[in-house]
């Protein structure tokens, strides 16, 4: 007997969810865009930005 | 509210100079871009609503100011520039020669692919913010990502007609890959954002 559509759908769900969990492109990829770009936000904000900031925050107090 | 105001502009920088080097994939450019929005904000802030999504009307402005000077001067890139902090690690030279790679196929895609890609995976961005942050409908953030990971598989991992460079890069990226396996890719996807729709 052919199981109702709705439990179909929802184990091909997630047996997608684990393949692509697994897919070790897509962790790889992951892991190379934070290589990538984990740095760069991690950076110190210039002082020149922040004291733009400081100075519209003291005009409008 | 003002006081309030500026406090968020100043938490949201390090996540505006990302989304800035995703579109503009060049430093100095992503630093002027980022001091332009911020300016843009500071000027528009009595249009802020307090209460409503400022990540998401922030990365609008840096989003808009980015396609407003696009269309005064046409896009360069310099991909030499992107990477450089993150090639000066302590990863194995495979390791290096593939991020490289992984760098220059990024400059490759389209910048609102690359965009959304980098914004959900480094900033864990759900795509409904996504979608918000980048005015488009849910779907369209969901598709931009889809096809910017699908397509950077197949420069990657080998899925179209390949010359020598990129057979070289194929055979990397795919020697990396069977290297480590699902075990140890499993580990680096801690915690990561779904990348498929």
Request: hydrophobic share 40%; with cysteine.
């Amino acid at each position: 007997m052919t199981p109702p559509k709705d439990s179909r759908s929802s184990r091909l769900s997630k047996n997608n969810k684990k393949n692509r969990q697994d897919d070790p492109f897509e962790l790889w990829l992951k892991r190379g865009l934070h290589q990538l770009f984990d740095e760069v936000a991690r950076e110190p904000v210039p002082e020149e930005l922040l004291r733009l900031i400081e100075d519209d925050r003291k005009i409008r107090k | 509210m003002t006081s309030n105001f500026h406090d968020q502009v100043v938490t949201i920088l390090p996540r505006l100079r990302v989304q800035a080097l995703a579109l503009t994939r060049n430093r100095t450019m992503a630093e002027d871009l980022v001091q332009d929005a911020v300016c843009n904000a500071l000027a528009a802030q009595e249009s802020f609503i307090p209460g409503t999504n400022f990540s998401a009307w922030m990365h609008r402005i840096l989003r808009n100011r980015f396609i407003s000077d696009l269309r005064k001067r046409r896009e360069t890139t310099d991909i030499e520039d992107v990477p450089a902090a993150a090639l000066a690690t302590s990863a194995s030279h495979e390791d290096r020669l593939a991020l490289k790679d992984l760098a220059e196929a990024l400059d490759r895609l389209p910048e609102d692919q690359r965009e959304a890609l980098i914004m959900v995976v480094i900033h864990g961005m759900s795509y409904e913010a996504l979608a918000e942050a980048t005015s488009c409908a849910v779907g369209t953030a969901k598709s931009r990502v889809f096809r910017a990971r699908r397509q950077l598989e197949a420069w990657m991992t080998g899925d179209v007609p390949a010359g020598a460079a990129l057979q070289a890069r194929v055979a990397r990226v795919k020697g990396i890959l069977a290297e480590r396996g699902v075990a140890g890719a499993r580990v680096a996807g801690q915690g990561a954002t779904e990348l498929r729709p």
